[in-house]
């Protein structure tokens, strides 16, 4: 279609474009918009097209500058100038195909975009969803941890609570092991202070008799427990450290597991509309350690084992002291039975010195009075003696015939002469006889003396077993500490009762020979 121009009056307005013209930016985007309907082919000539759009505009422009420059600014002549050079002319076919291709195109942005909106709803709705159910699971992950540690904290905190009632019962037992060797040292120095009592014995009774062997064998039964009681006290001081060590480290753990319980608590109670919240560029980078739980399991069943032990040396100690209880209280018994066995015997040692002594007094009192009755019976001798010699003296002096009166042998003089011989004989033999009394006299004498000096030491040494050594062993100087004070008085009545039930069947066994000596009588 031809299009008329159209005159305008006033001075200068230039030329007036004709209807139909638009500018080149249409021309522009009437060429996007067939390279969009002509496909992907259309793509690749695009950038030369807008390349020489480019280059066509900066022309246009570069010349409407200059041509403008010549007119005022209000000139109608100088607008139509830059009409004309803007401008191309096209048809009204062309013109609304362009309308519809703009349509067309404005539908298919806003499809797109439409589109586009929806596609990122539908992404954020899902992204909302995943980040809320990455936020439960987190929280619900949290609350399973706290509660985790929770439990685990419980669990150390009843482990910590047993350690301290064990680590109170070693430490009493120990305790009462130190107290327990300290009173050993009783019944050795009284067994040894026996010893240096019975060294005071005289005589054939410093011997090394049964009762001293008995002794010396319980003071080195006591040094042999006292041996084992240091052992033991060493072993209770070193599993005191491990215990102290496994306390620590399960302090340790406690510790972490409340700092952990605190953080987690404090995380679980966080939510998008909580105060200082900031981001932390890298926490997600940060490596996660391994799960403590299994360490902490492993601990606990250490602590526990190791628990086990220091329970097994308490009852192992429990054991050693009432084997010791036990093993010294028969020792002291068979050494207090011993001393009385030896008391008895020096009784009935004594008994028949007494008897041998008094009898030996009264032979000594018989003996002497037989001597002075020998004594009296020669002194008793010497008048007959003198009388019989006497006569015969007188009888010598008479004659007969102035003869010798020997010449002549009468009776009288026969039997004077008989007289004094028989005197000297009996004289003779009671001085013999009085030799043998006075000989008999000192050997009683010196028997005496000897049995007395017997005496003597067998009280002596029957005073040394009885005061100064069964009379302070009349009781076991021992007292120990709590239960094992009654296990060493049951250890005491146990050997008691062994003792007396011995005794009765001693007893016993002798009623039985004594009934069949009697029916064999």
């Not at 700092?259 to 981001?279: E, G, V, Y």
């Not at 003696?385 to 002096?397: P, Y």
Request: charged content about 35%; overall charge neutral; aromatic content about 4%.
């Amino acid at each position: 279609m031809v299009v008329g121009q159209a005159q305008s009056t006033g001075p200068n307005l230039g030329q007036v474009p004709k209807l139909g013209y638009r500018r080149p930016v249409l021309l522009e985007q009437q060429g996007h918009s067939e390279g969009e309907n002509g496909g992907d082919d259309a793509a690749s000539v695009k950038s030369n097209k807008d390349d020489q759009t480019m280059e066509t505009k900066q022309e246009n422009k570069k010349n409407l500058q200059q041509q403008s420059a010549a007119l005022p600014a209000w000139s109608a002549a100088r607008r139509s100038a830059r009409r004309k050079k803007a401008t191309t002319a096209i048809s009204q076919e062309e013109w609304k195909k362009i309308n519809d291709e703009k349509c067309k195109r404005a539908d298919m942005s806003r499809h797109k975009s439409s589109k586009s909106r929806a596609e990122a709803s539908k992404i954020r709705s899902k992204e909302e969803a995943e980040t809320l159910s990455a936020q439960e699971k987190a929280d619900h992950r949290l609350k399973e941890r706290l509660e985790e540690t929770m439990f685990w904290t419980e669990e150390v905190e009843t482990e910590i609570l047993a350690w301290e009632k064990e680590n109170t019962v070693l430490a009493q037992v120990r305790k009462s092991l130190v107290h327990a060797l300290r009173q050993t040292s009783g019944p050795a120095r009284l067994a040894d202070k026996c010893i240096r009592h019975r060294e005071d014995r005289v005589g054939e009774d410093q011997v090394l008799d049964e009762v001293e062997e008995n002794l010396i064998i319980e003071i080195e039964n006591i040094r042999l427990w006292q041996l084992r009681f240091k052992m033991a006290i060493e072993q209770i001081e070193f599993q005191e450290s491990e215990n102290t060590v496994v306390l620590k480290s399960l302090y340790r753990d406690l510790n972490v597991m409340a700092r952990a319980a605190q953080i987690d608590a404090s995380c679980s109670r966080l939510n998008n509309k909580s105060n200082k919240l900031t981001n932390h560029t890298g926490a997600d980078y940060v490596a996660i350690p391994a799960s403590w739980e299994v360490h902490t399991q492993a601990r606990i069943t250490d602590s526990r084992k190791i628990r086990e032990w220091s329970q097994q040396l308490r009852s192992d100690i429990e054991t050693l002291i009432r084997t010791a209880c036990t093993d010294l209280t028969k020792q002291w018994k068979k050494t207090n039975t011993s001393i009385k066995d030896n008391i008895e015997s020096l009784q009935h040692s004594i008994e028949k010195i007494k008897e041998r002594l008094e009898n030996t007094n009264q032979e000594l009192k018989a003996q002497g009075k037989e001597m002075d009755d020998l004594k009296s019976s020669i002194a008793a001798k010497g008048p007959p003696l003198k009388l019989a010699q006497t006569r015969l003296s007188m009888r010598t002096q008479r004659t007969l015939r102035g003869k010798s009166a020997w010449d002549e042998v009468d009776d009288p003089q026969t039997v004077l002469a008989g007289e004094v011989t028989k005197i000297l004989d009996n004289i003779q033999l009671l001085n013999s006889q009085l030799r043998k009394a006075e000989v008999n006299h000192r050997e009683l004498t010196a028997l005496r003396t000897k049995l007395e000096h017997d005496l003597n030491v067998k009280l002596t040494s029957i005073q040394i077993d009885r005061t100064k050594c069964l009379d302070n062993r009349t009781k076991y100087p021992m007292k120990l500490q709590g239960a094992w004070q009654k296990i060493l008085e049951a250890a005491e009545k146990e050997e008691l009762n062994k003792k007396k039930q011995k005794d009765n069947e001693v007893d016993l066994s002798t009623q039985e020979d004594n009934s069949v000596d009697s029916d064999l009588q």
